[in-house]
């Protein structure tokens, strides 16, 4: 079963505008994780926020969460082609796997 | 190993035969995941083990699924009597411990069954 839904499905914007993605889960979490895979292969980790933290940066990426609404977004600034790729959110309960959502699919155009 | 390996990268393969994917998580990685990804969709999760034993299997789709991880390392995921509906991209993933940490990623490998 999937913890994790992110919305939107997908978003297309232009290079130097920001990207906002959502994610919405239903029950608790020790940690939340967001993740891009570009072509549909191998995803990779891009930032881990645990549950007692509200606000997390690493370079362009911004992720926060909301524990009370089960919720968290990324931000993405000042975008680029590179940033393409679908994103997704993880959760984690304390001895079991991650649990991804569907993804958004990320389309920037120079 | 520097990252994830996953092999073979694609495979295709007849309606009721057998497979083997092999994954082989980084050195020293005690947790390893695997995941099936259909198209277009997201992750759905099949089994993870720490060390050797699997302390989740509820993932596995059905009994012709099943997976195995010998000396903590290399691990192998077997379907038996293949479906078409099998046919998606597997992946592995692999972590220094259980815990709160981000995975490694394999590559994966894309199955098709014909």
């Known amino acids: 079963s999937q913890q994790g839904e992110e919305d939107p499905q997908a978003l297309s914007i232009q290079e130097g505008e920001n990207a906002t993605m959502n994610c919405s889960y239903k029950?608790?979490?020790?940690?939340l994780q967001w993740y891009r895979q570009n072509s549909g292969r191998g995803l990779v980790h891009l930032i881990l926020?645990?549950?007692?933290?509200r606000e997390k940066h690493s370079g362009r990426l911004r992720v926060t969460l909301d524990t009370s609404k089960k919720s968290s977004s990324l931000l993405i600034t000042a975008s680029r082609a590179a940033d393409t790729a679908s994103y997704f959110c993880?959760?984690?309960?304390?001895?079991?796997?991650?649990?991804f959502g569907k993804g958004t699919t990320l389309s920037v155009s120079s | 190993g520097a990252g994830v390996s996953q092999s073979p990268s694609n495979k295709v393969t007849e309606k009721g035969k057998d497979v083997e994917l092999r994954c082989d998580p980084i050195?020293?990685?005690?947790?390893l995941y695997w995941y099936r990804q259909s198209l277009g969709q997201g992750l759905e999760f099949l089994i993870y083990f720490q060390g050797n034993s699997a302390p989740d299997k509820s993932g596995l789709p059905s009994d012709r699924f099943s997976a195995e991880r010998t000396g903590g390392s290399v691990s192998t995921l077997t379907i038996q009597r293949t479906q078409q509906e099998d046919s998606a991209v597997y992946l592995c993933?692999?972590?220094?411990?259980?815990?709160?940490?981000?995975?490694?990623f394999g590559s994966g490998t894309r199955l098709t069954v014909v």
């Open positions: 926020i645990r549950s007692n933290e």
């Open positions: 029950t608790s979490i020790n940690n």
């Open positions: 993933a692999s972590s220094p411990v259980a815990e709160v940490r981000g995975y490694t």
């Open positions: 993880a959760t984690d309960k304390a001895g079991t796997a991650l649990i």
């Open positions: 050195s020293g990685h005690t947790a």
